[in-house]
């Protein structure tokens, strides 16, 4: 069964850290683009991170720059997503999705994984 799986996520302060990271199981993420998206309650969801399938591009949405970073390991068929500097309005439910695409991009996802919540609360 071809799916992806995210884990990492939790409860943290604001100004704390996590990573979460999204394993693909059933297939290689070698050719793969992957993105990170994130839906908080009553809204869209929004795409957060994307790596190129060399890891060699990335590219990160506005609100997160300076303070997330993302990176693979195609060894290991995983990608993670460093969040540092975590504030409330990070809060959300954090998917990944693949494409199976050199560039990185957040349309055309050809398989998503199911999420994992963030929650950033003092």
């Known amino acids: 069964q071809l799916q992806l799986v995210e884990s990492g996520g939790g409860l943290v302060q604001p100004g704390g850290s996590l990573r979460l990271s999204c394993a693909a199981s059933g297939f290689t993420l070698d050719y793969y683009a992957i993105g990170w998206f994130r839906q908080a309650p009553g809204k869209e969801r929004e795409g957060v991170s994307c790596?190129?399938?060399?890891?060699?591009?990335?590219n990160y949405q506005n609100s997160v720059k300076g303070r997330f970073t993302i990176s693979r390991d195609n060894a290991k068929n995983t990608v993670y997503l460093q969040m540092n500097s975590l504030k409330p309005e990070d809060t959300a439910v954090y998917y990944c999705?693949?494409?199976?695409?050199?560039?990185?991009?957040?349309?055309?996802?050809?398989?998503w994984g199911k999420g994992t919540l963030v929650t950033v609360s003092s």
């Open positions: 790596i190129s399938s060399r890891g060699d591009s990335t």
């Open positions: 999705a693949a494409r199976r695409s050199y560039t990185c991009g957040y349309g055309g996802m050809d398989y």
